[in-house]
């Protein structure tokens, strides 16, 4: 699958490279915005499945630093944004939204994030909002001590998954989307559960949509000591 879908990309961006020299004015804009979409996405997609060889061997090596929650959500929706990748839903930060500063690798949160918020584009019908937030579980909210120090994002939309799915979202290559899917879910939840010091959860109601969580420790104490690896990212 990781091949299949890699060749399909150079498919496109050797396409678009091929046709450059032979259009002018707007035409090339918009191969130009096609080859570095193409190139964007093959980066992605080896970096993803290299993080997953790595995260199922044990071999993953995390990068930890200081991170602001709402700096990090904005991030993650503009880009989908800029990238035209909303696919007409309304894609938007809670107003509810709490600004949190923890210790996390801000990359691989961002991972967790971005599936998160794919699933929910691709689960709901075009026009539907996805809403992405994040809060204290310390501001009155926390339900035990352990809760204190902790804090949780959440992405919710309106579509209901069926008991069927429920059962099996977080199994490895399970997909309601065809060919070449299926790895979203199982991502977030070893990447949250063996690395980040987290855990996933989600809820999925009539008339409450779907809302997916992931709750972490704001000093995961596996994170803090670990002094920068020397391999390149």
Not at 42 to 68: K, N, Y
Not at 76 to 93: P, Q
């Amino acid at each position: 699958i990781f091949f299949h879908d890699i060749l399909n990309t150079v498919q496109k961006l050797r396409i678009a490279v091929d046709l450059i020299d032979e259009v002018d004015g707007e035409e090339k804009a918009q191969l130009l915005q096609v080859t570095q979409k193409a190139v964007q996405r093959l980066t992605q997609e080896i970096q993803a499945q290299r993080d997953l060889t790595d995260m199922e061997s044990r071999e993953l090596i995390l990068r930890p630093r200081a991170v602001r929650s709402l700096d990090l959500m904005q991030e993650l929706v503009e880009s989908y944004l800029d990238r035209n990748l909303a696919h007409d839903h309304l894609l938007w930060v809670s107003p509810e939204s709490e600004d949190v500063t923890f210790v996390t690798d801000p990359v691989k949160m961002r991972r967790v994030l971005d599936n998160l918020i794919r699933n929910a584009l691709e689960a709901d019908d075009p026009g539907s909002t996805v809403t992405v937030g994040c809060r204290s579980l310390s501001s009155g909210t926390a339900s035990s001590t352990a809760d204190a120090e902790m804090f949780e994002f959440w992405v919710h939309n309106h579509a209901v998954m069926p008991e069927s799915v429920q059962r099996q979202v977080f199994q490895r290559s399970f997909t309601t989307k065809g060919r070449g899917r299926g790895l979203g879910t199982y991502s977030v939840k070893l990447l949250t559960e063996r690395y980040l010091e987290g855990e996933v959860s989600f809820t999925s109601h009539p008339g409450e949509g779907t809302v997916f969580r992931v709750r972490y420790p704001l000093m995961p104490l596996s994170l803090i000591h670990i002094s920068e690896p020397t391999r390149p990212y």
